[in-house]
């Protein structure tokens, strides 16, 4: 059950990023397709404001970069990346790119500290509950176990 709610929180954030991605690659879609390529740059730095991205880039339909994040970190400092790439389409054709590269330990920082927290609260709620339940028995083996007085004849 702790490796399941654990990957539960990693699957919940991977769909977080993806979403973005998809909200980002709808944005950029008006972007590119009016060729408004400071609107762009200005998408791509705010994705790039988010911790966890490592870097973002937005591609034309033949691959070639039409902008990239300005301030770059180092993605072989990244020990799990993690690459999301979306397509930029209007309805029929694919008209770009969007490539977020994402740092996985700072995606899931959170996660993981709200999964130990959790965790922790779950062992001390069932210790409490041990002990309530001996201190329980402990009554009730003492009220079954009662002695009653004599009766007088």
Excluded: C
């Excluded at 309530?132 to 009220?143: E, K, L, S």
Aim: charged residues 15%; aromatic residues 10%; without cysteine.
């Amino acid at each position: 059950m702790h490796t399941t709610s654990l990957q539960e929180f990693q699957a919940h954030s991977h769909n977080l990023v993806s979403l973005t991605a998809e909200q980002a690659a709808s944005e950029a879609h008006y972007w590119l397709e009016t060729d408004q390529v400071v609107n762009l740059q200005e998408l791509v730095n705010n994705l790039q404001q988010q911790p966890f991205v490592a870097s973002a880039q937005v591609q034309n339909r033949y691959g070639q970069n039409v902008v990239e994040s300005t301030s770059l970190s180092d993605t072989d400092e990244v020990q799990q990346a993690l690459t999301v790439v979306k397509e930029i389409t209007n309805e029929t054709q694919v008209i770009g790119y969007l490539t977020l590269t994402i740092d996985e330990t700072l995606l899931l920082q959170g996660p993981v500290k709200t999964h130990a927290y959790l965790t922790f609260y779950g062992q001390f709620l069932l210790f409490f509950a041990i002990i309530a339940g001996v201190f329980i028995a402990i009554t009730f083996n003492r009220w079954r176990y009662r002695r009653l007085p004599m009766p007088t004849k």
